[in-house]
């Protein structure tokens, strides 16, 4: 089973808070989704391979660790995941962005893909799906489907407000998938808006209502 990481940092829950007020403007929404997805970017690259490259320090000579080349890209879900996309390459600059955009059927509440374009080479790096909420977990499931589709392997989810139902759907569709989120929240309304949760993040983080 994969791992669930909820994050125990005060400047996470604290950036969190501010997010979850009503009365924070658009402005700081999109730079605090920005900064805590730098913050989390630390923790679900933990275990990123390292080796040595040797080098002359001003005082000497050593071999120094460095990362081990493994190839790394970042996948938003569209829209509300591209708010994530620059906290991400500001930890791992060299990472390669695909995108994958997606529609609910309004009858079946199915996700369905209506757009994906990714690097030629997807298949051979290490992926993270980002997203601002996990809330039934459809739209991630299916996302992490596509991905698998395309020969991936090596898949992480990363979210800043989970409800556990979004957390047992991708639990239950990829067992194999670890979790890593800012915070995880009671439960999801009738509407299925997560509880405290912080709203529509793709509507706070673009200012569309």
Do not use: W
């Not at 829950?13 to 997010?19: G, N, R, T």
């Not at 992490?144 to 979004?166: S, T, Y």
């Amino acid at each position: 089973m994969g791992k669930v990481v909820i994050m125990d940092h005060p400047l996470v829950s604290h950036k969190l808070s501010i997010m979850r007020d009503k009365n924070t403007s658009v402005k700081d929404f999109r730079e605090l989704v920005s900064e805590i997805g730098m913050l989390i970017t630390y923790e679900a690259t933990r275990d990123l391979p390292m080796t040595t490259k040797r080098i002359e320090t001003p005082i000497c000579e050593m071999d120094a660790p460095t990362l081990a080349g493994k190839k790394f890209a970042v996948v938003p879900i569209l829209r509300a995941g591209l708010g994530l996309v620059d906290g991400v390459l500001r930890m791992v600059p060299s990472a390669r962005v695909g995108h994958i955009g997606m529609f609910r059927d309004e009858e079946t509440l199915i996700p369905h893909v209506y757009f994906c374009k990714m690097p030629k080479d997807i298949a051979e790096r290490d992926v993270l799906i980002v997203d601002p909420m996990l809330a039934t977990g459809g739209s991630a499931a299916a996302a992490i489907q596509e991905m698998k589709d395309r020969g991936c392997k090596h898949i992480k989810l990363m979210v800043l407000v989970a409800a556990p139902e979004g957390i047992k759907c991708i639990q239950d569709a990829h067992p194999d998938v670890d979790i890593y989120a800012g915070a995880l929240d009671e439960k999801l309304n009738e509407r299925g808006y997560i509880v405290p949760g912080l709203g529509d993040a793709g509507d706070r983080i673009f200012g569309t209502k």
